[in-house]
């Protein structure tokens, strides 16, 4: 199979990958809000409460030879995307 065939499945079965723009750098009170806001759950138990939340990361990030970065996505599910 040849990898523009590959890349035409991919597509058609709905993944996406295009080339991430530049993060914008936080300011500097949105860092002390976002330190504060992490500083204020240091405290919560790990069991009873960090035990119950989910971490999940459907995306994959490449950094390509040429330093460009690159995401995909999967498909949408029951039309709706998740982040």
Request: hydrophobic residues 35%; charged residues 30%.
């Given at each position: 199979?040849?990898?523009r065939?590959?890349?035409?499945?991919?597509?058609?079965?709905?993944?996406?990958?295009?080339?991430?723009?530049?993060?914008?750098?936080?300011?500097?009170?949105?860092?002390?809000?976002?330190?504060?806001?992490c500083?204020?759950?240091?405290?919560?138990?790990?069991?009873?409460?960090?035990?119950?939340?989910i971490?999940?990361?459907?995306?994959?990030?490449?950094?390509?030879?040429?330093?460009?970065?690159?995401?995909g996505?999967?498909?949408?599910?029951?039309g709706?995307?998740?982040?």
């Amino acid at each position: 199979m040849s990898k523009r065939t590959l890349q035409r499945a991919l597509r058609a079965e709905g993944y996406q990958r295009r080339v991430i723009r530049k993060a914008i750098g936080l300011r500097l009170p949105n860092k002390r809000n976002r330190v504060a806001w992490c500083r204020g759950k240091l405290h919560l138990p790990v069991i009873g409460f960090w035990d119950r939340v989910i971490f999940s990361d459907e995306g994959k990030v490449e950094v390509a030879a040429n330093k460009q970065s690159t995401c995909g996505e999967g498909p949408e599910k029951n039309g709706t995307r998740h982040a």
